[in-house]
């Protein structure tokens, strides 16, 4: 097979340093002035992809962002660490997107594109949803390779590795197909300052997301409400072991 082309799903999420906070109705958490990054798990598939390209067997990496403008600033660290170009399908500022809607437009965009390979994170550390992937693979009635920690292209096929519950399963899918990088797929460089300056010129294309045929307005999953965990009591402080043996029995523990 000639070099593959390989588009990746990069997701602008509130960075993971970040003490999420919920709003005071419950409805959501906290966006406005907090600091947002690459999702780190796209982080790792946009990096395999590049590795990929370095390597001679991708002639292009495309990064697409389904979101809204604000998406532009992770397209362009996208760019900056290795993609060729990247396209925003862009949702208007009230639209509310959840796995589905993401996974239309990836799909809808797969069939205009015809990439070899389309390589996602296997989760946003946002919302957790865990679910773009699967959907894709399923909408495009393409195979999958979830949780991928080790990826190889041979030929026409992926030989990908996951780490499963009971070891390592070793899977062999014919491309195209989709795949979602686990943690230790590889780790992802940082962008260089000549290359943050290069990928200000590199294309970055905006498509509204309205072109894809995604009901943005008309989600099928709806967050009902979000509630912070309890705060934690304060821990006490024992003389000795024994001391702690006897409270733990007291109240039950042991
Ligand atoms: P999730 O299913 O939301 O946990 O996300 C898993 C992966 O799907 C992410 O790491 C991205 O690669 C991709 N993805 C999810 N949402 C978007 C989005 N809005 N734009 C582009 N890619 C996305």
Redesign the pocket.
Known sequence: MAALRVL????RVIDYAVRVRVTPDGGSVQTQGVKHSL?P??EI?LEEAVRLRERGAAAEVIA????TKA?QECLRSALAVGADRALLLEAPPEAS?G?RE?AMA?TELSRRLKPNLVL?????ID???????QLLAAMLDWPQGTFASRLEVEGEAAKVEREVDGGLETLRLRLPAVL?ADLRLNEPRYATLPNIMKAKKKPLEVIPLSDFGVPAGSPRLRVLRLEEPPARTAGEKVEDAATLIQKLRNCGRI
């Open positions: 990746v799903g990069v997701k999702n798990f796209c598939a697409v962002s389904v979101g998406s997107l796995p993401v990836l996602l994170g296997k989760q946003a919302d957790d949803c865990n679910q773009t992937g979602t």
